[in-house]
């Protein structure tokens, strides 16, 4: 049976590294029995590695992706996207204002390397959202109202895959890719003044009171010593982040 492996918050450690070979300087995926690897964002900014430890272990998760494109996905965390975003004027622990035309080039030049969601469905039906913090249901309907109200620019976009059979990746994804406010959000819980935080923002309270129904969730962002895995109704949501701060496993699904 092929395997998903998901990795939490990198923040500029290799560690992730020791679950696959490398050969040559270059981390390869041995045999078919990987099927994807994720990463849930979050490569950039620390307060443990250099500059160029940094930019060094981007690249070669870039590295990675370019030489496995279906196999290796890239999401993008709350600190990947304010070097992504020039204009975005919120900066978070760990910024480093010394690598932000680095950082800016490297995230442009590879832009469509990265996403903001990704989507599965397996053997036995079950539906599994990865985002870097997860989707609540009052989030995405606020997202629902925006790109349906008449006077959005990008509706036509939207409502091209609202009307027909969609994954609810596609929405997410077109999200990002429009630039859409929302996905800027940050609620209270996190230092914001918003009602609903982003899928890059929310936290694991909030998120177990209100997660979007008939998903099964993989999210990073909020630090854990290891993986936890809690049920909130039918829902299950696996926390990952533990790359930095924890004992750095890594999810592997089914």
Do not use: C
């Amino acid at each position: 049976m092929k395997k998903i492996l998901s990795i939490g918050d990198i923040h500029g450690s290799n560690a992730w590294k020791r679950n696959f070979l490398e050969k040559e300087g270059k981390v390869v995926l041995q045999g078919p029995s990987i099927d994807k690897v994720i990463f849930v964002g979050d490569y950039v900014d620390s307060f443990s590695y250099t500059d160029e430890e940094i930019r060094e272990n981007l690249l070669e998760i870039i590295d990675f992706k370019q030489r496995y494109p279906d196999r290796v996905i890239l999401l993008i965390g709350n600190h990947d996207i304010q070097y992504m975003n020039p204009s975005y004027k919120r900066k978070y622990s760990g910024y480093r204002s010394s690598m932000m035309h680095d950082l800016y080039d490297i995230f442009k030049t590879h832009r469509s390397l990265f996403q903001f969601s990704h989507f599965e469905e397996d053997i036995e039906g079950d539906r599994i959202l990865w985002t870097h913090a997860g989707v609540t249901n009052n989030w995405y309907g606020e997202l629902l109202m925006d790109v349906r109200h008449e006077n959005y620019r990008f509706r036509d976009l939207f409502e091209e895959i609202l009307n027909r059979d969609h994954r609810i990746d596609e929405v997410l994804n077109l999200a990002l890719e429009v630039n859409l406010d929302l996905i800027y959000n940050v609620d209270q819980d996190s230092g914001g003044i918003d009602l609903n935080a982003s899928p890059i923002w929310v936290r694991p309270e909030t998120l177990m009171k209100d997660p979007i129904l008939s998903y099964d969730q993989v999210v990073g962002h909020t630090p854990m010593k290891d993986i936890e895995v809690r049920l909130s109704k039918l829902e299950t949501v696996y926390f990952i982040d533990t790359q930095e701060y924890g004992n750095k496993s890594i999810l592997i699904l089914p």
